[in-house]
């Protein structure tokens, strides 16, 4: 397919390999963290971390917007369905999420609630058109790519008058998360790794652009790499960021140009801006409460909010004792680390949200990586 | 979650929407998003909406770079990496 296997290429992964061993320079060790689940599950499904130098680590970041999504929202979703009587709709990608109660998205659908999954946010404006007398709430969550959509369907609701639809709001932002793993008192307290630069998101950056990563690299003086998700952009990019690091700059840079610009796409942020205000806080699992780092909707839209529309209270709610998920997200551990993995924790039966989407650093380690550190034992003849 | 990928505009429907191509798959998409965006162009799909759009100029430099990386010897570094946007891979432009 058009420029999607020109960039899965072995032999070129290889040659750039070699370059960037090439290039890291002796006694030296280069931590990078992929911000992106994208990035991490492409990691992990091409080998890259076998590729690349022992002298370069990558760590896995929180940017997977199903797993940073907490615990409570996810109550929300489902009292929406199984308290008020909504159709819930929703990625599919939040049914497994463990909530509160034994429940996830899924168990309360077997238990009658009436959760459906969509593929696009104009899908669950469809459920609302098909059923005017029931109440239709979007589950919306994401990054900076899903915002867009859910700021059209918004819109196109009030345009058509509909009257029973709602959205439940849970769009983060990827800079303020990215920037509150370095500044916060609290992500640090909680555990944090020394990190020298930043893969930078690759279709977050296609909304957003280039210049919000600016002020960022310019005050932390960390260098930002924003890449593609295929795996050859991924190692373009660890090649530019140890060149970086090699020549002391802390820049932004863009190796996905095929579809970043510093501007961004200026239609979808027009769109968003029309819809959507900063939350002064908003709760990320691993990470805490971080300051305006998500979306809500404007006043002006208060009828198609659905926290505006149901009595909802939000109630935060701590992880699984044993789950790392936390300290996995903010890089401090490993996957193997946690005594949940790979044991009562698997992707058929999640106990961590890192587990359930297929971005998750667990899930991607346990899909692509499990045996790796597992010693090969030769057979005798 | 944030999986996007890219697809052949094939036809424009309505203002906002059009129907892409993938592997042989068509699907209409909503188009909102990427107003200028005409048939033939690779737009890149997400959740059911063009998000954005493929610059099939800068494709060809960053993989006129990955065809000179294989055709050169070790260990010579490619000097043209960390050039900034826009400039882009000068040295391996045509």
Redesign the interface.
């Known amino acids: 397919m058009k420029y999607i296997d020109e960039f899965r290429d072995g032999a070129v992964a290889r040659a750039m390999a070699s370059r960037i061993a090439a290039e890291c320079e002796p006694g030296r060790s280069y931590a990078f963290m992929e911000f992106c689940g994208g990035h991490t599950h492409a990691i992990a499904r091409y080998g890259i971390t076998e590729l690349l130098p022992p002298a370069i680590r990558m760590i896995h970041g929180p940017g997977c917007p199903v797993c940073v999504l907490p615990i409570g929202r996810i109550d929300q979703a489902i009292s929406l369905a199984l308290t008020h009587g909504a159709i819930v709709a929703t990625y599919g990608d939040t049914m497994r999420v463990p909530a509160s109660g034994a429940l996830s998205m899924m168990k309360a659908k077997a238990r009658g609630a009436d959760i459906r999954m969509v593929y696009s946010a104009a899908d669950a404006l469809a459920i609302a058109r098909a059923n005017p007398a029931r109440e239709v709430v979007f589950f919306a969550i994401g990054f900076e790519t899903t915002t867009p959509p859910t700021a059209l369907v918004v819109k196109q609701a009030a345009a058509e008058g509909l009257q029973n639809f709602s959205v439940l709001a849970c769009h983060v932002l990827t800079p303020s998360a990215i920037a509150h793993m370095l500044e916060s008192e609290e992500a640090q307290k909680m555990g944090a790794v020394p990190i020298q630069g930043f893969v930078g998101p690759a279709h977050v950056s296609i909304v957003i652009g280039s210049k919000p990563y600016e002020p960022f690299a310019a005050q932390h003086r960390k260098p930002v790499v924003i890449s593609g998700f295929e795996p050859l952009d991924v190692m373009q990019s660890i090649w530019m960021l140890v060149r970086q690091v090699n020549e002391g700059r802390a820049e932004v840079e863009n190796q996905f140009t095929r579809a970043v610009t510093r501007e961004g796409n200026l239609a979808a942020q027009r769109a968003v801006a029309e819809v959507f205000e900063l939350r002064e806080s908003f709760e990320w699992r691993g990470l805490g409460d971080v300051a305006f780092s998500a979306l809500r909707l404007k006043p002006e839209w208060a009828a198609f909010d659905a926290e505006r529309r149901f009595p909802l209270d939000y109630r935060a709610v701590p992880d699984h004792k044993q789950c790392e998920c936390g300290a996995i997200l903010r890089g401090v551990k490993a996957p193997v680390d946690c005594k949940l993995f790979g044991t009562v924790c698997t992707p058929e039966n999640p106990m961590g949200s890192c587990m359930v989407s297929s971005e998750g650093a667990c899930a991607a380690h346990w899909t692509y990586g499990r045996f790796r550190d597992i010693a090969v034992v030769g057979v005798a003849a | 979650?944030?999986?996007?990928?890219?697809a052949?505009l094939v036809e424009r429907r309505s203002a906002d929407e059009a129907v892409v191509e993938?592997?042989g798959v068509r699907k209409t998409v909503?188009v909102?998003?990427?107003?200028d965006a005409r048939p033939g162009d690779?737009v890149?799909v997400?959740?059911?909406?063009a998000?954005?759009?493929?610059?099939?100029v800068?494709?060809e430099?960053?993989?006129a770079?990955?065809a000179q990386?294989?055709a050169?010897p070790?260990?010579a570094?490619?000097a043209a990496?960390?050039a900034?946007?826009?400039a882009?891979l000068q040295e391996v432009t045509p």
Do not use: N
């Open positions: 979650m944030c999986l996007a990928l890219p052949r993938l592997g909503s909102a998003l990427v107003p690779y890149i997400h959740v059911g909406h998000i954005g759009c493929i610059d099939p800068e494709a430099r960053t993989l770079l990955f990386l294989q050169q070790d260990p570094p490619a990496l960390h900034p946007q826009g882009f």
